[in-house]
């Protein structure tokens, strides 16, 4: 089985693309996050063309949203309300043979202060939020995948230079701290670091500030899969597709693929 996570930045704008994974990749779950458009406008047809005939999504006209496409079909699609707020960050669907969660965590603006910024309190909630909630609805004994953009590249080798940015909002200690607490819940396991050591670089996003992304690479690993300890045997593989980043306007995130033995 191959999942993947990819922050599409506008399904809308870039079905194209997310067509051409489905075909190069033939992955058979996909998870989208900023999908940016209303539930009635989503391309469903798109898809189910493409052999994605199961389809959860929740989404809002010009930001958030999340969506999960899947050849296999699943049950209770659920869509959550986070901190008392509808902002289409997080679905949830149960597979037979695990449960799997799609999350959009806030970026939290440019401040890394609650005080003065309430985008970055609103992150912190969060993912105390989701913290509780695995704990309190799984035990680590069941088999249980999390993935999405966290808008947080907690390890020093997920940025491009730890030391500068400690300051700057997805690397922050209080953001790291706040991430690890989640981790800790439920004994997650970092798929991705389960095959990339941890003092090799790792990249998801490179700003579209940066006119030459390779050149600079000056990048942070925001997405993620997690996994449940069950899982963690059945790894097989992984894949960071960075030559999306190299498309006809892509977005600023790159899919993180996963392959599973069943």
Request: charged letters at 30%; aromatic letters at 10%; hydrophobic letters at 35%.
């Amino acid at each position: 089985m191959k999942l993947v996570t990819w922050n599409i930045n506008s399904v809308r704008l870039r079905a194209p693309i997310v067509v051409q994974l489905m075909r190069e990749e033939k992955s058979d779950i996909i998870c989208l996050q900023e999908t940016k458009t209303p539930d009635e406008f989503f391309p469903h047809e798109t898809f189910e063309a493409e052999g994605y005939k199961h389809i959860h999504i929740n989404g809002m006209k010009s930001y958030n949203g999340v969506c999960i496409l899947s050849k296999r079909p699943f049950n209770k699609p659920t869509v959550h309300s986070r901190v008392q707020k509808e902002d289409c960050r997080h679905i949830s669907v149960s597979f037979d043979d695990f449960d799997l969660h799609n999350l959009y965590i806030p970026a939290g603006g440019d401040e890394p202060d609650r005080k003065v910024n309430e985008k970055f309190g609103h992150k912190l909630d969060f993912i105390t939020e989701m913290t509780e909630v695995f704990s309190k609805n799984y035990t680590s004994k069941k088999p249980v995948i999390t993935v999405g953009d966290f808008n947080i590249a907690p390890r020093e080798h997920d940025v491009w230079s730890s030391k500068q940015l400690q300051k700057v909002v997805s690397h922050t200690p209080i953001e790291i701290e706040h991430l690890a607490k989640m981790y800790a819940s439920l004994d997650w396991q970092d798929a991705i670091r389960h095959f990339v050591p941890d003092e090799e670089k790792c990249y998801s996003w490179w700003s579209y500030r940066n006119r030459d992304w390779k050149k600079s690479n000056r990048g942070r690993r925001l997405d993620h899969i997690w996994v449940t300890p069950p899982l963690v045997p059945k790894l097989k593989s992984y894949k960071i597709l960075n030559h999306y980043r190299d498309l006809v306007k892509p977005s600023d995130h790159v899919p993180v693929m996963i392959e599973v033995n069943k």
